[in-house]
């Protein structure tokens, strides 16, 4: 059955579209553009479904992430991507897992071109053929090994650290929100690396921080103001969680999500913490219970 085979690959099929934008709902809206489409086609002509359905959806992505990239352009303050928990039985609706799935990795992606970002994640993250490839982004398939040579170039030359394992990092990240919640700032500046970088995402519709933050002690004492100024704001509440790959916590006020803070752990020190604050990005998170 067409519905069968559409089943099987849809956590395939978010996963494209979510890599390529960065939006957990524009990668469900593309899915299901994607099933409206798949369902007018005829199967007897289909030998490759996984290929087919992909080539659907990443042209769907791209043309989604035309329009986002505009979008993008008037965005207030840093933009990161849509907070994806991936430590839930919701995870089971995509299957990436490790780096791929990054804040620090989709930022990097951010910065390619749509084609180049497509043609970087149907083959790097999901070892898409050439040919198929090719089939998907309408080029040739020589352009095709250009374009995916030039920007796996592209992300090497940002992306040359190796995060930790999910055991350390969730270890430094406890001791990083102790000592946060705590309001011990020597301890909390342990836990960061030298070169640590603060980014908020509130898209101009809540308060935080227009533009990145630096340094081991601008970051502590900024992490320690904004709980502090959390808890004058009602009851606080702490959810430790997996977010994009990567330790987070979710802290709700008065059992309402207020943000997530994700960070990223290598060489067993913090070297970013990424906070979510735009409620917009927000409303797929369970709250404290």
Not at 124 to 148: C, G, H, L
Not at 156 to 162: E, G, I, L, W, Y
Not at 169 to 179: D, G, I, K, P, T
Request: glycine share 8%.
């Amino acid at each position: 059955m067409t519905a069968d085979d559409f089943v099987e690959h849809r956590p395939l099929l978010f996963s494209i579209a979510y890599e390529i934008l960065g939006s957990v709902a524009d990668a469900e809206d593309v899915v299901s553009d994607s099933w409206l489409r798949w369902r007018d086609v005829d199967r007897a002509g289909v030998e490759n479904p996984r290929a087919y359905l992909a080539r659907i959806v990443t042209r769907q992505a791209l043309n989604a992430a035309r329009r986002a990239g505009r979008r993008r352009e008037d965005y207030v303050g840093p933009w990161l991507p849509e907070p994806l928990e991936t430590s839930t039985d919701d995870a089971l609706d995509h299957i990436l897992t490790g780096e791929a799935v990054t804040t620090a990795m989709l930022l990097v992606l951010e910065t390619l071109s749509p084609p180049e970002r497509a043609v970087f994640v149907l083959r790097e993250v999901f070892a898409f053929e050439y040919s198929e490839i090719a089939a998907a982004v309408d080029k040739s398939e020589s352009a095709v090994r250009q374009i995916a040579s030039r920007a796996r170039n592209h992300v090497r030359a940002r992306r040359n650290a190796a995060v930790a394992e999910p055991s350390q990092a969730q270890a430094v990240a406890e001791r990083f929100l102790a000592s946060a919640v705590t309001g011990d700032v020597q301890g909390l500046m342990d836990t960061l690396a030298p070169g640590v970088v603060f980014l908020g995402d509130g898209g101009g519709v809540v308060s935080a921080a227009r533009r990145p933050v630096h340094g081991v002690d601008h970051v502590a004492r900024l992490l320690v103001g904004l709980l502090a100024k959390g808890t004058d704001m009602g009851e606080m509440g702490f959810r430790m969680t997996v977010v994009n790959g990567m330790p987070a916590v979710i802290t709700s006020i008065d059992g309402v999500v207020d943000n997530v803070t994700c960070v990223e752990v290598i060489d067993g020190r913090v070297t970013a913490v990424y906070v979510v604050r735009n409620p917009e990005k927000l409303g797929r998170l369970r709250s404290v219970s």
